[in-house]
């Protein structure tokens, strides 16, 4: 059973810093992209960023966090991370996981992230 487990969100004030984890588990993690998407209530689900599989770590992200968020990933611990600075009201969202290979898709339960005014 593949299961991907968020945690690290909160509620923190605006410019403060968050940092994101994933936990894998029931896949050959380093097999997989990893990405990160978030949907705030009454909106779509968006991009937010990604890490390439393998040991490349070749990473992308969307126009609004860059230079504010870093996506990595421990192969070796199965687990993705999104560090998040300069946060804004904006920023404000439940973040999921998201571990993808070809045909298969998978998805974390996701955790809130609230960024106070």
């Known amino acids: 059973q593949v299961q991907l487990v968020e945690f690290g969100g909160g509620l923190v004030q605006a410019g403060g810093s968050l940092r994101l984890s994933c936990a894998a588990s029931?896949?050959?993690?380093?097999?997989?992209?990893m990405k990160w998407f978030r949907q705030a209530p009454g909106k779509e689900r968006e991009f937010v960023a990604a890490?390439?599989?393998?040991?490349?770590?070749?990473?992308n992200y969307a126009d609004f966090v860059k230079g504010r968020f870093t996506i990595s990933r421990d192969n070796g611990k199965n687990t993705v991370y999104m560090g998040m600075n300069s946060l804004k009201p904006e920023d404000t969202a439940v973040y999921y996981c998201?571990?993808?290979?070809?045909?298969?898709?998978?998805w974390g339960q996701g955790t809130q992230v609230t960024v106070s005014s």
């Open positions: 998201n571990a993808r290979r070809g045909q298969e898709d998978y």
């Open positions: 890490i390439s599989w393998g040991g490349g770590g070749v990473t």
């Open positions: 029931g896949l050959t993690f380093n097999r997989y992209a």
